[in-house]
């Protein structure tokens, strides 16, 4: 198993797991000094590319921007989300993995579903491939307004079989994403690989979050996204002094000119 991954498993019950989305070098190089895990994910589809869905990423693209992040990562888990209509049989999602990793020497695949993908995960770890799932909140197969899960029984008994399937099935870790607290705190209590919760409260292992939104880059409404930083206003701040000195034959300067 890869040291990385192990170094994480290890985590579990000590301290919490770190995780962040980035989707290019520069990011990537700066969250990598932070972090445990660097998430190449699909969620690059809204940041990015102003889709209404995730379902218009297509694999190209992430091995493309995971190519990016590559460069930047040195000492985190990069993994790369495999994106819709990518791992619909154990054979597509082999090809697929084989080629991500080939291409952009990532170290891990990243897909969403819990029972309903046990098999492929199964075969893909059969075949060396690490896995992350990621359940809950399933963006490539929600339909219409996401909403929260766990909230009644017969959502909860799914949610943990869908834990302990992927378990069973080999995956290193599981993405909860949009769970109810008290479930997420049973998920997490009964099975061995840490969670990674994105709005699945304190009682995961873990957290992850899109970097563009905590720096304030991405203007998102999510309850679970905390805004830590303002970016975007530092980046108004500076285009604005670029844009006067331009305007004022300030810049460029002596200096700046050959
Ligand atoms: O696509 C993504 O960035 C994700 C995280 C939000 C977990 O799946």
């Known amino acids: 198993m890869n040291n990385k991954i192990k170094k994480i498993l290890k985590k579990k019950n000590k301290s919490k797991i770190v995780c962040l989305t980035a989707y290019s070098k520069n990011i990537a190089e700066i969250i990598d000094d932070h972090a445990d895990i660097v998430l190449v994910g699909d969620s690059l589809g809204s940041v990015l590319y102003n889709y209404d869905t995730t379902r ?12 990016s992040a ?33 291409e952009t020497k990532c170290d891990a695949v990243k897909v969403e579903g819990g029972t309903r993908v046990k098999e492929i995960v199964k075969h893909l770890v059969k075949n060396r491939i690490p896995v992350l799932g990621h359940i809950g909140v399933t963006p490539q197969t929600t339909k219409g307004k996401f909403r929260s899960k766990g909230k009644n029984e017969s959502e909860k008994r799914k949610l943990l079989k869908d834990a302990q399937d992927l378990e069973q099935s080999g995956a290193f870790g599981i993405v909860l994403e949009c769970i109810y607290s008290d479930i997420s705190k049973q998920i997490t209590n ?35 996204v905390k805004k830590f930083g303002n ?25 700046n000119s050959y």
């Open 231 to 255: 970016v975007k206003k530092n980046i108004k701040v500076a285009i604005t002094k670029y844009k006067n000195s331009v305007k004022q034959k300030k810049f460029p300067s002596k200096k």
């Open 56 to 67: 218009k990423v297509n694999l190209n693209m992430m091995i493309e921007h995971t190519k």
């Open 70 to 102: 590559r460069m930047g990562v040195k000492k985190s888990l990069l993994v790369i989300d495999l994106p819709y209509n990518t791992y619909r049989s154990k054979s597509e999602a082999l090809k697929s993995s084989k080629k991500a990793i080939k």
């Open 190 to 224: 009964s099975i061995n690989i840490p969670t990674i919760g994105i709005g699945a409260s304190v009682n995961c292992d873990g957290q992850v979050l899109v970097t563009d939104d905590l720096i304030g880059l991405n203007e998102t409404k999510f309850r679970f």
